[in-house]
């Protein structure tokens, strides 16, 4: 499976910025993509993923301090899936990556390259 992460860039302390994830290769009927970001200095962290099972939407799912604010949703047209944040913080400030999961609960053994994601305050 192979993983590309776009969409990042600078953008101001409340502000929105949209990620997108494009997925190739390999797939099974129950999959899961989810996004993580890591901070300088930080460990990664679980942003929220989205669950497929048997070729349907099962559920999203987000860390609470991105409940409410960021939105995993996916284009099965384009094998994308997206990260839409709003309400951006400088503690937003990260390399984001999408991963894949080719088992449903997910065990994320294949990542993307990351993209960074700089809010200014």
């Known amino acids: 499976v192979q993983l590309q992460a776009c969409g990042g860039g600078l953008v101001q302390a409340g502000g929105s910025l949209s990620l997108s994830c494009a997925t190739s290769?390999?797939?099974?009927?129950?999959?899961?993509v989810g996004w993580f970001r890591q901070a300088r200095g930080k460990e990664r962290e679980f942003v929220g993923d989205?669950?497929?099972?048997?070729?349907?939407?099962?559920?999203?799912n987000y860390a609470d301090s991105m409940k409410g604010r960021f939105t995993i949703s996916r284009d099965n047209t384009k094998n994308t899936v997206l990260l839409q944040m709003n309400s951006l913080e400088p503690d937003d400030t990260a390399v984001y990556y999408c991963?894949?999961?080719?088992?449903?609960?997910?065990?994320?053994?294949?990542w993307g390259q990351g993209t960074l994601v700089t809010v200014s305050s």
């Open positions: 290769g390999r797939t099974t009927s129950s999959f899961a």
């Open positions: 991963a894949f999961s080719l088992v449903v609960p997910p065990r994320y053994t294949f």
């Open positions: 989205i669950t497929v099972r048997n070729w349907r939407y099962e559920r999203t």
